[in-house]
């Protein structure tokens, strides 16, 4: 019986996967049976070594998302794309009354939302010329609800990745690629590493481990989502119902 849920024959691309939630969901779609395509600011070699040892096919590239060249490069060069995890992101825990704040804020909206734009824009014609994909935006509960802590140009950007899932969705769905986003809660990564939260903010009182988030991730990138289409899933331990 065919498993709708796997992943086998599935070539899945993933932006920050050095570490955290893109590492994480680098190990489920091998688990899943994917080949992979790893990619970060630096090339992740070691998490590929590991993974190729244990049978799985990966190619790694080393790439800022804000550099719309190198991402076209990179998805123009690649032999197969049926998913891909939009997920390189970054979130400083700064006060916007600091020094510099201004220039924080247009770096944070480069990457966590011209990022997506950048990677989006280069694999959508081919997924789409191809007549399938599945699409995953990594926003945030912060884009959903202000965050708990997070400040407010990771708010925006993650707020702007939840409008754009739609509209990327309405583009690409006539063609049968289908764009939906995960949006985590405060997740036990690098991101939140010397960060207190308030686990009584939490229904589930825990942080996410980076594994709760990849499953769903993965889920979204299998032949089982064929039809959800401009999603946005929490995935936040209950700090926003929708
Ligand atoms: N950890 C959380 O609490 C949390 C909550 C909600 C959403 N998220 C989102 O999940 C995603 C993954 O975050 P994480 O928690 O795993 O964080 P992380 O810091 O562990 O991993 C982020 C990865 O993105 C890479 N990256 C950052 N800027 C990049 C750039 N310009 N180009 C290429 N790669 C870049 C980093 O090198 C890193 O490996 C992000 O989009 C983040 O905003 C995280």
């Not at 060249?69 to 794309?81: N, P, V, Y």
């Not at 390189?88 to 997506?116: E, K, M, T, Y």
Request: hydrophobic share 45%; net charge negative.
């Amino acid at each position: 019986m065919k498993n709708e849920f796997s992943l086998k024959d599935k070539s899945v691309l993933i932006t920050g996967a050095a570490g955290g939630i893109g590492e994480a969901t680098a190990r489920v779609c091998a688990e899943l049976g994917a080949s992979l395509v790893l990619a970060d600011l630096v090339e992740p070699l070691e998490l590929a070594s590991e993974l190729k040892a244990s049978g799985t096919i990966v190619e790694t590239y080393g790439f800022d998302v804000t550099d719309r060249m190198a991402t076209e490069r990179i998805i123009e060069g690649l032999d197969r794309l049926d998913a891909v995890v939009v997920n390189a992101g970054f979130c400083p825990w700064d006060d916007w009354s600091d020094d510099g704040w201004d220039d924080v804020f247009n770096r944070v909206i480069d990457v966590n939302l011209q990022g997506v734009l950048h990677l989006t824009r280069a694999c959508l014609p081919r997924m789409c010329e191809s007549g399938s994909g599945n699409i995953v935006l990594v926003s945030s509960v912060a884009g959903r609800m202000g965050g708990l802590k997070a400040s407010p140009h990771y708010v925006a950007a993650k707020g702007g990745v939840n409008a754009l899932v739609k509209w990327m969705a309405r583009k690409a769905a006539p063609y049968g690629v289908v764009v939906n986003a995960v949006a985590p809660g405060a997740t036990a990564t690098g991101m939140t590493t010397g960060q207190s939260f308030n686990a009584d903010a939490i229904p589930l009182q825990r942080l996410a481990e980076p594994r709760e988030i990849a499953l769903p991730i993965s889920f979204l990138c299998s032949s089982a989502a064929s039809y959800i289409c401009g999603t946005t899933l929490d995935v936040n331990g209950g700090v926003f119902m929708n």
